[in-house]
């Protein structure tokens, strides 16, 4: 209601500003008009009356003055002698006819034509047509009271000022009605939104005005987009409750196994077990983390053209000790005729640097001691190889999945990795494409992971 009514006094406003304005432009149209048709009128009909005057045959003798029309006033209708006159001279300007208006008309020999006497204002102007006849030399003057033609002027806008001062009401009234009318769907809207839950994030009916229906189409919008944030949050809340429960449920146990244990050796064991499950659930958090960041977005949050260069330099770093530790040889190739050749894109160099780096990461920890990983640079794609054995055709679909790891591994992870190269791959418009490598005579079987450009898009 406090809507409706806001709307309702703000038209009201500019109907009570742009009405008056609007009426007073029309008034002045309309005078102009009306005057216009009145003055043709009475013109034509004081033209034919002084040319009949002129056919009329001259008296002798002295000048007649017609007399007051003298008839009852039931009878007299609208008649009115003192706003007309007309005189009648012979060639020398004796006045031969008149009526009492008309003989105080002046003799004007050589004018013929249409003139005013006085200002068309002047209360006791008069609109005067002169003309001559050339057989007898007679002349004759027809005369009219501009303030005839003023007041029927004048009572004509005076009709149209009550008029629409009579359907002014009725307007409002209309507006009124036509207001909440068209409100009643936005007061639908209101009270749907109020009955809701504060946990319904449904799409809100579109059945609303076209002026409204931008607005509207934002709220489904805008509701989409936390209805998407609250499933990501109760996704993130889900899974780190179910992937932190066994490495907690396991530093509990070891802090309880250490309480018991005596012996230094021992004991040095337990809290290198703490610290490995620590730090596994470090990790695991920072995937999570990672993970929540990135399922919101569209695209990279920050675009320009990337080196790969600097992107496997800072890769190969960043797993050097882990691949040291397992004695695994880290090997780059660039397999391109210059850095800027190799799989032209742009994006964010540090989450394309996080893609690279956990495919590289997944392919050390998978292989076997003494081994190598191989990082190919092309020009249309960028190959990470290991000699891990590969994965079971069954599960190599599966892969993906967040928290998915085949089972019978030994090594330790989260089953995050391969998620968020994935994710990250999709905002730059790349694919990943894993397949199993053959063994050869020299090298185990292992896992080919492929960046490309993701064609489907």
């Not at 008034?27 to 005057?53: K, P, T």
């Not at 004759?140 to 004048?154: I, P, Y």
Request: charged share 20%; net charge negative; proline share 5%.
């Amino acid at each position: 209601m406090k809507a409706t009514t806001a709307i309702a006094q703000r038209l009201f406003w500019y109907l009570g500003l742009s009405l008056p304005i609007l009426w007073l432009a029309t008034a002045a149209f309309s005078a102009v008009a009306v005057l216009h048709e009145i003055n043709e009128a009475g013109d034509s009909q004081m033209s034919q009356l002084a040319r009949q005057l002129l056919h009329v045959p001259v008296p002798d003798g002295a000048t007649t003055i017609l007399p007051e029309l003298k008839l009852p006033k039931a009878q007299r209708g609208q008649a009115d002698d003192d706003e007309m006159g007309f005189a009648l001279w012979r060639a020398d300007g004796t006045l031969l006819l008149a009526d009492e208006s008309g003989s105080q008309l002046p003799y004007r020999a050589e004018y013929q034509g249409f003139d005013n006497l006085g200002h068309w204002w002047q209360s006791k102007s008069w609109r005067v047509i002169y003309l001559r006849n050339p057989d007898n030399g007679t002349s004759v003057a027809v005369a009219a009271r501009w303030k005839e033609r003023l007041e029927t002027v004048g009572n004509a806008l005076l009709i149209q000022i009550i008029l629409s001062l009579l359907a002014l009401p009725l307007m409002l009234w209309l507006l009124v009605w036509a207001v909440r009318r068209g409100m009643q769907p936005l007061h639908q809207l209101a009270d749907e939104l109020h009955r809701r839950d504060a946990d319904s994030l449904q799409a809100v009916s579109t059945n609303v005005p076209a002026e409204a229906a931008p607005m509207v189409n934002a709220l489904n919008q805008l509701l989409q987009r936390m209805q998407a944030a609250l499933a990501r949050e109760q996704r993130f809340t889900a899974d780190a409750a179910h992937e932190l429960r066994s490495p907690l449920a396991a530093l509990k146990v070891q802090t309880e196994v250490l309480a018991l244990t005596h012996e230094p050796d021992e004991q040095q064991q337990r809290l290198a077990a703490i610290r490995h499950g620590i730090d596994r659930a470090g990790h695991l958090v920072d995937q999570l983390l990672t993970l929540s960041r990135l399922d919101p977005l569209k695209a990279p949050p920050y675009t320009a053209a990337v080196s790969w260069q600097r992107i496997s330099e800072q890769a190969l770093q960043s797993v050097n000790l882990v691949a040291r530790e397992q004695h695994i040889r880290l090997q780059r190739h660039l397999c391109a005729d210059s850095w800027a050749d190799v799989l032209p894109c742009s994006g964010d160099e540090m989450l394309l640097g996080l893609l690279l780096r956990n495919l590289l990461d997944n392919a050390v920890r998978y292989s076997p001691p003494h081994n190598q990983v191989q990082l190919y640079l092309h020009p249309d794609y960028i190959d990470i190889c290991d000699h891990g054995g590969g994965v079971a055709a069954a599960d190599l679909h599966r892969i993906r999945e967040r928290f998915f790891r085949p089972p019978g591994q030994s090594q330790t992870g989260s089953g995050l990795g391969l998620s968020i190269a994935d994710t990250i791959a999709r905002l730059h418009g790349l694919s990943i494409d894993l397949d199993n490598l053959p063994a050869s005579e020299n090298t185990p079987a292992g896992l080919r992971a492929r960046i490309r450009m993701d064609t489907a898009t």
